[in-house]
Structure formats: structure tokens, C-alpha cells
């Protein structure tokens, strides 16, 4: 997918790190605008992404050697490039940041060739 220059990838997330932990962790190089944790219910799947406000403290997170590892609550995080998904099967979530939709097909609105709309269901399945 194509990259997303104002977000970064974490990776090393135990259970016990929340939202508001990576918010607080990361602010400290600069303005956080969005922080999401995927999760898997209410368990996390040991990955998110932060989104900061400026592209400039995302490149200098990724391309700035760091002097002793990125450790929050104890665990050792690893950072990458944020990717965006091809597959429009996934939204963000206002709680439990970015998680995948659950049904599994939408409704579509077309218009007929009178110019009558009527609602046609899409039966594609997100891969």
C-alpha cells in the first residue's frame, strides 16, 4: 500500500499499553494527532499507529538513529512505516482505534436507467 507520510507503525505493544500511553510517549517529539491500537475484541493485537500532526517528526523518528531503543511500560517497541490499506474493508474505530468493519458487504445506491434510485446490495467480500 502507499505510505502515509504523517503516521508510523508500532509494533511490541503487551496488554497493558493503552492509547493514552503511546499518546503520552510520543508527544514527546512532537504533536500527536491520532493514536489507534488494532485490537481483537478487547485484546490487543500488539500493534498500532500513531499519527502526528507534522510529517518532518515522523521522518526524523524513522530515519534518525536512536541512541538507546524506544522502551514504554517496559517492553522494547519497534517502529516502521505506516502503509495504507488497499482493502477498504477496514475503518477506524472512535474507541478502539483502527479495526476491521464487521459485516461483510454494503449496501450500494444506484440509480436505474429512468434515473430511479434503489438500493442494490454489494455481496464482495473483503479479502
Same mark, same amino acid.
Given at each position: ?57 515522523? =521522518? ?22 505506516? =502503509? ?14 483502527? =479495526? =476491521? ?27
Amino acid at each position: 500500500g502507499e505510505l502515509v507520510l504523517d503516521r508510523i507503525y508500532v509494533g511490541g505493544l503487551g496488554q497493558d499499553i493503552y492509547e493514552k500511553d503511546l499518546y503520552g510517549f510520543f508527544s514527546q517529539f512532537g504533536e500527536v494527532s491520532y493514536v489507534g491500537i488494532i485490537t481483537d475484541g478487547d485484546y490487543s493485537k500488539g500493534y498500532g499507529f500513531v499519527t502526528f500532526a507534522r510529517k518532518d517528526v515522523v =521522518r526524523g523518528l524513522l530515519e534518525e538513529p536512536h541512541d538507546e531503543p524506544l522502551v514504554l511500560k517496559g517492553r522494547v517497541l519497534t517502529i516502521g512505516p505506516a =502503509r495504507q490499506k488497499q482493502d477498504n474493508s477496514w475503518g477506524r474505530g472512535y474507541s478502539q482505534g483502527w =479495526r =476491521r468493519q464487521r459485516d461483510n458487504y454494503s449496501q450500494a445506491r444506484v440509480e436505474d436507467h429512468e434515473g430511479q434510485a434503489s438500493t442494490v446490495p454489494d455481496h464482495s467480500i473483503p479479502v
